[in-house]
């Protein structure tokens, strides 16, 4: 029984970690993506979850635009189609440019870091 | 925004997931209410309208469960949304509000909320024991004896706690400590909050 419960653990543990540090990474990601072209909330998760496999509900997104927003790392804008619903696109601001520099710098560090920490293994 | 459905099932799933929306945002303002519902009901249009499943009521139900439970993903959103309200304008109600919504918003909010709530419960009684030494400052103030620990609030029997060392000074002082304590927690809230996000 104990063994069941230490392997699940085991087994759990590494998953929760992946998903905590993926969950972490979001902000970078989305002003990456918005830094490519202006999104749309729907097609910006689309996107997200085909390149990273991330596992989370896509309504997570919008507090978390929602804050880039307020932070001024991002704007939006709602745009009428010409079929269908309006869409709300984002935007990355120059403030989000330079904080997308900023962690691109930190995200290469703690690359190296690492790299020689692996070595180690 | 509403898109047309063939079966019943799927307007009674799109209306009840909609309705939880409003609920969970009812006490924000209008705008960012229609603003934020606008955007669900597009997104939620456009992943019904890429569902692979077999029936319209399947559809509806998988785009629902992709897109989360509102209470999951609003939630959080609308108590930093309090709290920055809160700390600019010190707003009891939007305190009283975030308190409402953090409590059932995630473990890591609810510890945060209930460890600040112990400071807010103590600022309030300091401002109040405050107020009631106007009333009854035989009864009301911070009493010291050399054999008894000091005792704070408003006291039955004070001859037995020692004499009240504040007197006069005790209203406006304890009234200055509960406001600068009320708005410390509010901004340290507010910045926990945003670092537990």
Redesign the interface.
Known sequence: MKKDQNSSILHTAPAKWVSQLRKGVLDFIILIYLNKRDH???ELIKDIKLATDLSI????I??LL??LK?EELITSRWVEMDA?????YYSITTAGRQAMGGMHKGWMDMNRTMSKLLELL | MIPTFSDPLSQKLWDGYFNRVKRIMRRTPYNIREEMLHELQGHLAESISESRAQREPDCVQEAIERLGDPEDYLKPMITERLLDHASGNYSLRSVILAFIYSFSSGLSRFIISLILSLGYITAFTLGLTGIANIFIPDKAGLFISPNEFPSLGIINNPSLYGTDILGFWFTPLSIIIAILMYMGLTRLWRRLIRKAS
């Open positions: 749309y909330g729907y509900s896509e309504g997570t919008y507090p929602n804050r307020k269908g619903v309006p869409r709300k």
